[in-house]
């Protein structure tokens, strides 16, 4: 886009060269109210109330009027209509020489919500002093009902050349030619700045009598004086009333239209002496108590004509001449030669054209004031870059007159050796509250030593300053400082947080900007890190405008909005933080992109501005400017869903089975599920939100009874209508069959969310959508349900003794066996030797309250291997074993979950291997038996089963005989040596 070069310069100096995407502002129905893309309507944008009907003040510092690009100011309604042009642009000055064309109307607006007036600045607004333009800057007040009302231009000084000046012009019959004395008025008169704010002609003749030629205000411009000069005529006289004339022009001549504050020059042009000369006297007295400044020409034709010694008219001129005399006098041989003075007397006259020539440095002639502004409690905060040699400064407007700190009040934080660096101090002016020290101002200065900084100051009547603070950027070229935002996060009136914006910081490869964040801490701002953006586009210039907002997200602490608008291709993005306690949530809560919003936005995020319900919703609607456009995001409520969930009863009680399911008995519930929903701004407490639920039970053991999918665990796509604190609970019915598992609760998942989350409200941020609520289940115990269990554990084994082994195996009387087991003890027990396996019958049983977590461990000498755990088919119970292969002697079962009361039996048997590779002369089996209150069980000593044996193992010896047989050996020399061996008879032992 190809911007005028005026404009350039304003846009340069903001953007200088070089989360989430939803939640509570609606992105799908904003109102984009468009305008003219060359005007650049949008470049700045307020809300604005009149009496209770909003709009919005838009500005298009490129908007023409007439033939002169002035800029302007927009009135737009905020729903719906056009806008109108409020032709501020041809607001005029008087007594000023205007230079309105490109002046930059709109490029900067500051809303006073005391009286509902607004400020629109011209900062490149000029106006002429001499030969020269001086952009001093001009801003117009503008009343609640968008009426002009006051001009406010600080910086605006008269210029040098405002003048009241009087020519006395000698027509008497002496003048001769009466043409030259003519010339001479009009080519003085060309040299002459006429106009409001400069000069002002006004021409008297005198001779015998004095005459009004015209006035001081009859002529404003050279032209017309120049055209009403050339038609006057020499009146003639036999006498030069010189004095009278003096007088006349005095008294009557500087009275008639004459300006308060200008400087009165006289101009007395004479051929010869004065015939009232006794009165030059008091007449010169009175000039000089009425600061006339007077320069007199004594035309000596006559003299030289007539070979006249001129010496006491010359004396007479030069008395009449304001001192010096080598300043104000003049004399010229003739009338002709009055040509060749009206260089010399015009530069006498104004040579400072505006500024002292010895002079090196401008004050505030260029100091382009209201290139920001601001409202503070007295008056209105102007920056003014331009001022003192583009340093720049800030001045005051206040109802008392205007405050201008002098250059010096300056010098501590910008010294006078920095002076051609251009800091651009006032790019952006705002202000912050203390506790202690009450308002301070704040000012960037974006260009300061090329990283910028930020001052925080107090500005005195007496045009001096108190710097409190000043804030330092750390990279050349970020332009720090040019955007600066106090924000009073929780609405006591005083700031918590100060934001600088550094929209052209450099980072990670590409220009993408920066928002510095600094917490106020006992009346000093301190570093507290930066704003995140979201995306890190390159030359995004995120920080380019940031805005302090009223609560957004209507959750009591106002907020921040800042602006990218070269993101994303130069369509622009805002981004939204939240505000919580007396801080600043760093990460965005919501990105609004151009794009989301309508095709063709251009720096979108401009500006911004946020502190009006704009269609009486209750709710803070957001104002955002681009190029060409103005968009306004509406608000939307946000609500918090309330979800509870109860069990009737409170506890699964699977001793009490009071209902059949599929035939069979069950425990059978009701789940109560609750939903209240809550907005959080009091005016939608009538409005209603539809709530979407599922209620999900967990996958185990039971199905709902009722509305649900047959069998199923999901009571789905539910959806209700509410309004803000109405409660709707739902029952839930479900029921409980036979598990395997009575200590692990049955859990319901409920998910919920708004039936329709892209209109109405919208769902607090972070507020949770999911509840989880579990059901327990009673654990059979006392009213402490405290359960205090009885375990007991017996365990035998058919091994047999010596005795039982005699009787039943060799089948021996009892006393025979008497005589047999004389030789063992009594404890010996017989392995026979067909035996593999030793099987245990055990019972464990409970004679207490419910066991929870019971475990038997089985250990077992090292000549059993364990083989097997079969349980009984009366048991009442179940056991498991846990398969662990690193423990080859050692056995863990879980005992059935609960292990219940009431003389609970698992009745179960054991089978053990005899090791192949290990031979003991005992044998050992350990069964114990705990749960996890073990420590409350008084009788302890019966968990544990113990079989331990002493063995011998049944011989296994087979005898066998054979037939005799010879063997010979043979054996040298002659003879074999041979051997008898007799046969083997078979038996065994």
């Known amino acids: 886009m190809d911007l005028p070069r005026g404009l350039l310069v304003a846009w340069a100096l903001s953007l200088w060269p070089g989360l989430t995407d939803t939640f509570n502002m609606d992105t799908r129905k904003p109102r984009i109210i468009a305008g003219s893309r060359a005007a650049f309507f949008g470049y700045t944008v307020q809300q604005h109330d009149i009496g209770g009907k909003k709009w919005l003040v838009v500005g298009a510092p490129l908007e023409t009027n007439g033939h002169q690009k002035t800029g302007d100011v927009y009135k737009c309604p905020v729903t719906h209509g056009n806008c109108t042009k409020l032709n501020l642009g041809r607001v005029t000055l008087s007594n000023v020489s205007e230079r309105k064309d490109n002046m930059r109307l709109g490029l900067s607006l500051a809303t006073n919500p005391k009286d509902n007036s607004f400020l629109a600045c011209s900062p490149l607004w000029s106006h002429e002093c001499g030969s020269s333009y001086y952009t001093t800057g001009m801003c117009s007040r503008v009343n609640s009902n968008f009426r002009f009302s006051k001009t406010v231009a600080p910086a605006l000084q008269r210029c040098q050349t405002y003048m009241d000046i009087i020519i006395v012009l000698d027509g008497s019959n002496s003048i001769y030619p009466w043409v030259e004395v003519q010339h001479f008025l009009i080519n003085i008169l060309k040299k002459f700045y006429i106009g409001p704010g400069q000069i002002q002609v006004g021409v008297v003749q005198y001779g015998e009598d004095v005459v009004h030629e015209f006035h001081l205000n009859d002529y404003r411009s050279v032209r017309d004086v120049v055209e009403a000069a050339s038609h006057i005529e020499q009146r003639g006289g036999t006498e030069t009333r010189t004095a009278f004339g003096i007088e006349f022009a005095r008294s009557e001549a500087f009275q008639k239209g004459g300006r308060k504050g200008a400087k009165k020059v006289m101009i007395v042009i004479t051929d010869g002496e004065s015939h009232d000369s006794p009165d030059l006297e008091k007449v010169i007295q009175q000039s000089e108590r009425d600061n006339v400044t007077r320069y007199a020409v004594a035309v000596l034709g006559y003299y030289n004509r007539r070979g006249i010694n001129p010496e006491a008219f010359l004396n007479e001129i030069k008395y009449i001449a304001s001192d010096p005399d080598d300043k104000h006098f003049f004399n010229v041989t003739d009338e002709a030669a009055l040509k060749d003075i009206v260089d010399a007397l015009g530069d006498r006259i104004f040579s400072l054209e505006g500024t002292n020539k010895n002079e090196t440095s401008f004050g505030l002639e260029m100091s382009q004031t209201g290139f920001s502004s601001h409202v503070v409690e007295d008056g209105i905060l102007l920056g003014a870059v331009g001022a003192y040699d583009w340093n720049g400064a800030v001045l005051k407007e206040t109802s008392g007159g205007k405050v201008i700190p002098l250059r010096e009040s300056y010098l501590k934080e910008f010294p006078e050796e920095l002076k051609n660096h251009g800091a651009y101090l006032g790019y952006t002016v705002t202000s912050v509250v203390s506790s202690r020290q009450g308002w301070v101002y704040v000012a960037g200065a974006p260009r300061f030593n090329h990283t910028g900084k930020a001052i925080l100051f107090t500005m005195h009547n007496n045009r001096s300053l108190t710097i409190h603070q000043a804030l330092r950027g750390e990279q050349i070229g970020s332009y720090y400082g040019s955007e600066i935002t106090s924000v009073d996060i929780d609405g006591d009136g005083v700031t918590d947080v100060l934001l600088v914006g550094a929209p052209m910081y450099f980072s990670e490869g590409r220009e993408q900007g920066r928002v510095y964040v600094y917490n106020l801490r006992q009346n000093r701002f301190v570093y507290n890190g930066t704003l995140k953006d979201s995306h890190n586009y390159q030359n995004a210039r995120f920080g380019s405008s940031i805005a302090s907002v009223r609560d957004l997200n209507q959750d009591s602490y106002n907020d921040v909005v800042v602006g990218a608008p070269l993101e994303d291709n130069h369509r622009g993005a805002i981004y939204i933080f939240h505000g919580f306690q ?17 095709p063709g936005l251009q720096y979108f995020g401009c500006s911004i501005h946020g502190q009006l319900d704009l269609n009486e919703d209750g709710l803070v609607d957001l104002a955002v400017g681009a190029l060409g456009n103005a968009v306004i995001l509406w608000s939307r409520p946000v609500v918090q869903i309330n979800a509870s969930l109860h069990f009737e009863p409170s506890k699964i009680n699977i001793f009490h089975r009071d209902c059949k399911r599929s035939g069979r008995d069950a425990t059978c519930l009701a789940a109560f599920l609750c939903f209240t929903p ?13 709530i979407r639920y599922n209620a999900t039970m967990d996958e185990r053991r039971y199905a709902p009874r009722a509305h649900l999918d047959e069998g199923g665990d999901r009571y789905t796509n539910r959806a209700v209508l509410l309004s803000s604190g109405q409660e709707h609970c739902e029952r839930i019915n479900f029921h409980v ?19 329709d989350p892209d209109h109405g409200p919208v769902l607090d941020d972070g507020w949770p959508t999911t509840l989880r609520v579990s059901v327990p289940f009673w654990n059979g115990c006392n009213e402490d349900e405290h359960c205090v269990p009885d375990l007991l554990l017996d365990a035998r084994s058919d091994l047999p003794t010596a005795m039982e082994y005699c009787q039943r195996v060799l089948g021996k009387t009892v006393q025979d066996c008497s005589v047999y087991t004389l030789s063992f003890d009594t404890t010996v027990f017989i392995i026979e030797s067909t035996r593999r396996r030793v099987p245990v019958e055990a019972v464990l049983e409970n004679r207490g309250e419910n066991a929870y977590s019971t475990v038997l461990n089985i250990s077992q000498s090292t000549n059993l291997q364990f083989a097997s755990l ?3 088919d009366d048991s009442e119970g179940s056991i498991e074993c846990v398969n662990e292969e690193r423990r080859l002697h050692k056995k863990v079962c879980n005992v059935s979950y609960p292990f219940f009361r009431a003389k609970a039996k698992v009745a179960f048997r054991l089978d ?36 331990r044996f002493h063995l011998k193992y049944e011989a296994d010896v087979l005898f066998t005989s054979n037939p005799p047989q010879q063997t010979c050996e043979n054996a040298p020399p002659r003879r074999a040596k041979c051997s008898h061996r007799p046969p083997l008879s078979s038996g065994s032992l």
């Open 870 to 872: 079969i349980q009984k």
């Open 582 to 598: 007396a801080s600043l949530l760093k990460t965005p809560k919501q990105r609004i992109a151009a794009s989301d919003l309508a």
């Open 912 to 947: 053990f291997e005899f090791s192949k590779s290990v031979f003991l002369h005992h044998l050992e089996i350990r069964l114990t038996a705990g749960s996890d209150s073990d420590e409350d069980e008084s009788t302890k000593e019966d968990n544990t089963a113990l079989l």
């Open 678 to 690: 809550v907005f959080l701004a009091p005016h939608f407490e009538t409005d209603t939100v539809g």
């Open 737 to 755: 069959l036979d598990t395997a598992d009575y200590v692990k609760p049955v859990t319901f998942w409920v998910e919920y969310s708004l039936e």
